[in-house]
């Protein structure tokens, strides 16, 4: 088939699946009529976005690919300060096409991202401090379901599927529309620091203390590798205070390499593009910090000094703010109330260091995990199954979605994500 062998592609090397067919679909129709054939065939039914699963959940053998990579569409309304986006867009088409208008929508850190897989899992990222996650700007979204029908959901729509998509994953339809809540970028001020290796554990230490004092409108986080540990911190909204709040994480030891000033933020959402290149070998695990204990950052500094490869890094997101001004259980997103995000995050690019680099993920994950809040972010986990889903949305919400999942997916049709298994509501009440 032409374009077979570039099609059948996805972001993460590690994945060389070869499915019996690629659709890719222009319109509504095209996915309604490519579920429908998945349905009745039985078959196996991947959907891409951006192909970014850690997983390796946007492909498969055998089975149908859905590609919605031609549905990447963007539509401003400044005035509205709503952007409607399609189901295939990019977080950079989302960026570049909001930026013009002073606008922003808080997303994610890697522009080549499809919004759509993000957008279900939660969204965090640098404006998440100030603006919330993701799924807290989504205002709609537009759903093909699995019985060929075709919904508008909303507060006001469908609450409770609602509800679910927003953290769900892809566990209910596919989703070809969203509408999106915009918001003012304002003046944006970037520091970012690189310091040694041997200054790892000092500076984590200092850190913390640091973000302990932080405005919710200054971000930052931070990247261990064996090579040291880059820091950085991001004020947007408004000048006032600006310069100090930033400029406090460049003196937390003697860096290496310092810049303070001069990046904008459509430079800071495509910084790791090319670090995360379509084509390496990834995996992944995270959870959630209430705060970064002793301990965590003996963890962080021993296991990255021992990384297999120069690119195996852990990354740390500071949250709170926004995030956390939202009921955890408004949403099926878990973790509303942790300060940070973590995330053990090998990369390589020889399928030979394929054993020791998960291994090093996998165990660095469980020691940073012992000492972790409960929960999990669906989006960035390698390992599946579930376990791995029930500890994303704990005893409470799992028998929620579970029976979420029956009335809309009985089948498990959409079942290539951290699956939910369809479980009747009264089934659901007893557990």
Known sequence: MRGYERLRRVWNGVFDRRPAAIVRADSVPDVQRTIAVAGEAGSLLAVRCGGHSFPGFSTCDDGIVLDLSRMNWVVIDPDEGTAEVGGGALLGDIDRAASPY??????????????????????MGWLSRRLGLTI?????AEVCLADGGVVRVSEAEDAELFWGLRGGGGNFGVVTRFELRLHQLGPVLIGNWIYPASQTGGVLTRYIEAASRASRQLSTAF???????????????????????????????????????GVTFLE??????????WGRRYYAKGG?????????????????????????????????????????????????????????????????????????????????????????????QSDTGGDATLNAYGTQKYPRLAALKARYDPENLFRLNQNLTPTPREDAART
């Open 223 to 261: 990247t261990a590798t064996a090579g040291g540990t880059r820091v950085t911190s991001m004020w947007s909204g408004s000048k006032d205070g600006a310069h100090d709040a930033v400029e406090t994480y460049g003196k937390l030891g003697t860096p290496s390499t310092a810049s303070l000033g």
């Open 136 to 140: 807290d700007s989504l205002l709609a």
């Open 102 to 123: 002073g606008l922003v929508i808080p997303a994610g850190v890697v522009s080549h991202t499809g919004a759509a897989g993000l957008t279900l899992g939660g969204g």
């Open 288 to 380: 959630f910090f209430d705060t970064i204990s002793v301990d965590a950052i003996s963890v962080i500094a021993a296991s990255v000094a021992q990384a297999p490869t120069a690119d195996c890094e852990i990354y740390v997101l500071q949250l709170g703010g926004a995030v956390s001004e939202v009921s955890d259980d408004a949403t099926a997103y878990t973790g509303r109330q942790a300060g940070f995000y973590w995330i053990v995050e090998p990369v390589w690019d020889d399928p030979a260091d394929d054993t020791r680099c998960i291994t090093w993920g996998r165990e660095t994950a469980a020691q940073l995990s012992a000492l972790s809040m409960s929960g999990n972010y669906v989006n960035e």
């Open 268 to 277: 800071l959402q495509s910084r790791s593009d090319d670090h995360f290149a």
